[in-house]
């Protein structure tokens, strides 16, 4: 059988518990929070990369096909001529 001296530290030690317990689970909630923010981040920045890699193989391919080297028989001389 405990102790009247033993219940008293079992009962003081009951709210120590429930308070970690309760900061804990906020803790958690927040790292929870922060987890799908910085999900949804590193998603929109995927689509950013994909789009900038699909537009920087659309130019090597144009510049490889030389649509955007000038003919210059067509080109007009500059003003200063």
Do not use: C, F
């Amino acid at each position: 059988m405990p102790s009247r001296l033993q219940e008293g530290k079992d009962h003081m030690a009951e709210p120590d518990h429930s308070a970690r317990l309760e900061a804990l689970e906020t803790r958690l909630a927040y790292q929870e929070r922060t987890i799908e923010d910085l999900n949804a981040a590193l998603t929109d920045q995927w689509k950013v990369v994909e789009l900038l890699r699909r537009k920087l193989e659309q130019m090597e391919e144009q510049v490889r096909s030389g649509s955007y080297i000038a003919d210059p028989a067509t080109e007009r001389p500059p003003p200063h001529y």
